[in-house]
């Protein structure tokens, strides 16, 4: 395309940003640039590209990319999102106090709470659902808000624009984990966010063939930072895998489009279904998040969590689905069933997963892009047997 790409929808950037044609050859995809170092044309003049951990074109494509697609000023990637997370909180130093979601990704509580702690950086974990929970926990030594909504795995929506106002008013920076529903569907920056991170291993790659990390910033002076981090600490991202979740973002749109449909056809089972009690899923209207989801998010996603009752019953219906796989992860075109208590959220203490409702009956599926009528029909057959 000529012109330029942030000026136009969704789908046209996530095709386009970043990726124009290479110029040597006009290739339409972006190649991977497997290489490590970079020839001088002479002594003291480079092309602008010196070494690969530092520059790798594959990587600026995909970067230019998720800036574009989250409205950012500029974006780095890394290995997997927990690299990702590894790079945001440099931005923090020892004696410095962050303020958490409670329910948030197992493998995010796991680095705050079993590495960072011993580098002299506090956390407190709260409720962000409610603001005035948020606000009673900032302390002058709050330096950062790290918020995941819709949380993993209880659906939890945190207000972004209400949370952002609080953490500035504290001269903190809010960095939102926006990987459960996708820039197509949310773009936290626009509601004040500073930081957007995404484990680009779940919808933005959509086909489970590679893991990787993003960070987005709003400010040039977080995205300077970030670069120099990236290329400091070396966590980067592969050119293969930038190529791959470059590739997957171009279909983002209707790949979202189709997760939430066949998610609605799923949840509609599961609202007439018997063993089925509790359903969590922001687009419920008796969801406490709804309204705020509504607002913020132009949809819901296809992430759901539902209560069978029991560590055992829960363990039937992971055994008799023939479609859905059992798996960890999501956000790839098939669906994949888990068990957050024994699998994604293990790391977390029995006693802080009850406290906050992450129950041994809980069950959540991501869904993917099959056909709908077989996924209800799979489902339907392995919680008949319950
Ligand atoms: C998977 C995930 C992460 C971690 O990403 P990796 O790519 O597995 O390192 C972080 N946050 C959320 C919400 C996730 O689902």
Redesign the pocket.
């Known amino acids: 395309m000529k012109g330029n790409p942030r000026d136009y929808g969704f789908s046209t950037r996530a095709i386009h940003a970043g990726q124009d044609p290479e110029p040597t050859t006009g290739a339409v995809a972006v190649p991977i640039f497997q290489t490590s170092t970079y020839v001088h044309d002479e002594f003291g003049q480079h092309k602008g590209f010196e070494y690969a951990r530092g520059e790798n074109p594959t990587r600026a494509a995909l970067e230019e990319n998720i800036a574009a697609l989250e409205g950012g000023f500029g974006a780095t990637a890394y290995a997997?999102?927990?690299?990702a997370?590894s790079a945001l909180v440099t931005l923090l130093r020892s004696g410095e106090h962050v303020v958490a979601s409670r329910d948030?990704?197992g493998?995010?509580f796991r680095y705050f709470s079993k590495v960072l702690d011993r580098y002299g950086i506090d956390f407190s974990y709260v409720d962000t659902t409610d603001l005035s929970a948020l606000e009673a926990a900032m302390t002058p030594q709050t330096k950062m808000v790290y918020v995941?909504t819709p949380t993993?795995p209880l659906m939890e929506i945190t207000d972004l624009a209400g949370a952002a106002e609080i953490t500035h008013a504290h001269g903190a920076v809010l960095a939102v984990?926006n990987?459960?529903l996708s820039p197509y569907l949310q773009r936290p920056l626009e509601h004040g966010a500073d930081v957007v991170?995404h484990?680009?291993?779940?919808f933005l790659n959509g086909h489970s063939d590679s893991?990787?990390?993003l960070l987005v910033a709003a400010s040039k002076e977080h995205q300077e930072w970030f670069v120099f981090v990236q290329k400091s600490a070396g966590a980067i991202l592969g050119p293969m895998d930038c190529f791959l979740i470059l590739r997957g973002i171009k279909t983002l749109g209707v790949r979202m489009d189709r997760h939430e449909s066949n998610a609605k056809a799923i949840l509609e089972l599961l609202a007439d279904h018997p063993k089925v009690s509790t359903i969590l899923y922001p687009g419920l209207p008796d969801h406490p998040g709804y309204e705020v989801q509504r607002r913020q998010a132009s949809g819901f996603g296809g992430v759901l969590t539902f209560e069978v009752g029991s560590f055992e019953a829960a363990g039937a219906v992971l055994n008799k689905v023939q479609v859905l796989s059992l798996a960890e992860?999501?956000g790839g075109v098939e669906s994949l069933i888990s068990h957050p208590a024994s699998m994604t959220h293990a790391s977390v203490p029995k006693e802080n997963r009850e406290k906050i409702g992450i129950t041994d009956g809980l069950v959540r599926i991501s869904v993917g892009i099959e056909d709908e009528a077989d996924l209800v029909g799979d489902l339907r057959q392995a919680l008949d047997a319950i």
């Open positions: 997997s999102g927990m690299a997370v948030m990704y493998g995010t995941e993993n984990d990987t459960f991170l484990s680009a291993t779940k893991l990787g990390g992860s999501l």
